[in-house]
């Protein structure tokens, strides 16, 4: 689409429609690129308008990209939540450590953009736009939280709560360790180091299941 096509939207259906545009450019170039390769620029051709009429949607490339992290976040625990409903099995901590799992690598895109939530989508976002995500984080978790206690019970909505903070950091940094640059991977396979990127799914299942156990342990004090 050109940009000389692109006409202003006045109308809020219209305004949904030219937002959706603009994600989808991002997430376009997204499945692409890498985070830090990606411009406003890039977006707006993409999305074939220009770059001014973006900031009628968007201040910044990283609230175009805390958008669709939003967007991939409500699925992942959407998803996550309905699935933990179903756990019937007698080992509920390796049972709810493997669907979460499972889950969140289905959505390679939200685990790409978790090492930049806080060093860059979030620090280069608005106090508005901030509010707003934190508001709907809060109520995704809550959701979640209230899964968990039905899958396994006997633990605090705080202990919970501590269970999702540690869990989603170290899918943080574990993630980029995992899947490396190009040149990581060549530097590892040195024969002075000859080491594997370290394995994402098999650490995070025994890490968030060590993770829950140690929880109950302090629960029980």
Not at 139 to 156: W, Y
Not at 175 to 199: F, G, K, Q
Request: charged share 30%.
């Amino acid at each position: 689409m050109s940009s000389r096509s692109w006409k202003r939207a006045r109308k809020p259906e219209q305004k949904a429609v030219r937002r959706d545009a603009i994600l989808r450019a991002a997430r376009a170039l997204f499945a692409e690129l890498q985070y830090d390769e990606i411009s406003l620029n890039a977006i707006a051709r993409e999305a074939g308008i220009s770059k001014p009429n973006i900031y009628r949607y968007f201040d910044t490339r990283e609230e175009i990209f805390l958008a669709i992290f939003t967007e991939e976040q409500e699925q992942l625990l959407s998803s996550l939540t309905q699935r933990l409903k179903k756990i019937r099995a007698k080992d509920r901590v390796s049972a709810i450590s493997k669907a979460w799992v499972e889950e969140s690598l289905k959505r390679e895109v939200y685990l790409n953009l978790l090492p930049q939530l806080a060093t860059s989508m979030e620090r280069n976002s608005s106090v508005a736009q901030l509010v707003e995500f934190k508001s709907v984080s809060e109520r995704q978790l809550e959701k979640f939280i209230e899964a968990l206690s039905v899958a396994h019970p006997g633990m605090t909505h705080e202990n919970w709560l501590l269970v999702i903070q540690c869990g989603f950091s170290m899918m943080c940094g574990l993630w980029p360790l995992a899947n490396p640059a190009e040149n990581v991977v060549e530097a590892m396979e040195h024969p002075d180091i000859h080491r594997s990127p370290w394995e994402f799914r098999s650490v995070m299942v025994q890490g968030l299941s060590s993770l829950i156990k140690g929880m109950e342990q302090e629960n029980k004090k």
